[in-house]
């Protein structure tokens, strides 16, 4: 079920190229960029820690610029297939579309095995899951930063995928900024190995998905959160569960 909230919650962040606004976490300064180019995608990124997505167990993964994480290879798509899709491959998708960042914008991405990133997830985690008494070992961050549309479109769309575990539980955020309007299809949600496990957001391949900025499963404008190891759905906030398909 998709939840509106009229206040924008905002955090500025500095990206070590602007300030951006949104629930995002801390990134730029530090962080690997991939190659600014059309449908490109990163080398394969070995994982500090092992991440678990429902029942599977991941050790690297991929970071495609339009818009989504692959484990086992690369995988090249800019046109976004509707979830459930029953196919071979684990996806975790924040905002798959046809992005072209050779005009604008970053894509950029950074592991953290202790810190003030550890902190803040687990202060996340443990308000949104409050029964499992959890302490973030490692956490993963991926920010398309005010990327465009393709071809050169000029657009900004800015928004973050974050993985986060402490080896035993695992879960998925999204983060949203601001979604540029597109008649492109976007995908947002995630997809298992033949779709045993799968969500997809209200407003995807639709033309409203500007309303991600607003949207959220935890009562935080542009925040979607998912536990994601074996057999897991969902979120609870506030004694209220939120069930993932």
């Given at each position: 079920q998709i939840v509106f909230y009229t206040l924008h919650y905002i955090t500025p962040y500095f990206s070590?190229?602007?300030t951006v606004a949104g629930p995002f976490y801390p990134f730029g300064a530090g962080d690997t960029e991939n190659d600014r180019s059309d449908d490109g995608i990163s080398p394969v990124i070995s994982l500090l820690q092992p991440f678990r997505f429902f029942g599977q167990t991941y050790n690297q993964l991929y970071i495609n610029n339009n818009g989504y994480l692959t484990f086992?290879?690369?995988?090249?798509s800019y046109?976004?297939?509707?979830?459930?899709g029953y196919g071979g491959e684990d996806l975790?998708?924040?905002?798959?579309?046809?992005i072209d960042n050779r005009g604008?914008?970053?894509i950029s991405y950074r592991q953290y095995s202790s810190g003030s990133v550890l902190a803040e997830a687990t202060q996340d985690i443990n308000q949104y899951f409050p029964d499992l008494s959890?302490?973030?070992t490692w956490v993963f961050v991926a920010t398309w930063d005010r990327v465009a549309y393709y071809p050169y479109s000029g657009t900004?769309?800015?928004?973050?995928v974050v993985l986060i575990s402490d080896g035993h539980f695992s879960f998925v955020l999204f983060n949203y900024g601001t979604i540029a309007p597109t008649q492109r299809y976007v995908q947002a949600g995630y997809d298992t190995i033949s779709s045993t496990y799968h969500?997809?957001?209200?407003?995807?391949?639709q033309y409203n998905i500007t309303s991600l900025t607003y949207s959220s499963n935890v009562n935080v404008p542009g925040r979607w959160v998912f536990r994601t190891d074996h057999g897991s759905r969902g979120c609870q906030f506030n004694g209220k569960v939120f069930l993932s398909s």
């Amino acid at each position: 079920q998709i939840v509106f909230y009229t206040l924008h919650y905002i955090t500025p962040y500095f990206s070590g190229y602007t300030t951006v606004a949104g629930p995002f976490y801390p990134f730029g300064a530090g962080d690997t960029e991939n190659d600014r180019s059309d449908d490109g995608i990163s080398p394969v990124i070995s994982l500090l820690q092992p991440f678990r997505f429902f029942g599977q167990t991941y050790n690297q993964l991929y970071i495609n610029n339009n818009g989504y994480l692959t484990f086992d290879w690369p995988w090249y798509s800019y046109f976004p297939y509707q979830f459930p899709g029953y196919g071979g491959e684990d996806l975790i998708a924040p905002f798959w579309t046809d992005i072209d960042n050779r005009g604008n914008g970053f894509i950029s991405y950074r592991q953290y095995s202790s810190g003030s990133v550890l902190a803040e997830a687990t202060q996340d985690i443990n308000q949104y899951f409050p029964d499992l008494s959890f302490s973030a070992t490692w956490v993963f961050v991926a920010t398309w930063d005010r990327v465009a549309y393709y071809p050169y479109s000029g657009t900004e769309t800015s928004f973050q995928v974050v993985l986060i575990s402490d080896g035993h539980f695992s879960f998925v955020l999204f983060n949203y900024g601001t979604i540029a309007p597109t008649q492109r299809y976007v995908q947002a949600g995630y997809d298992t190995i033949s779709s045993t496990y799968h969500f997809s957001i209200t407003g995807s391949l639709q033309y409203n998905i500007t309303s991600l900025t607003y949207s959220s499963n935890v009562n935080v404008p542009g925040r979607w959160v998912f536990r994601t190891d074996h057999g897991s759905r969902g979120c609870q906030f506030n004694g209220k569960v939120f069930l993932s398909s």
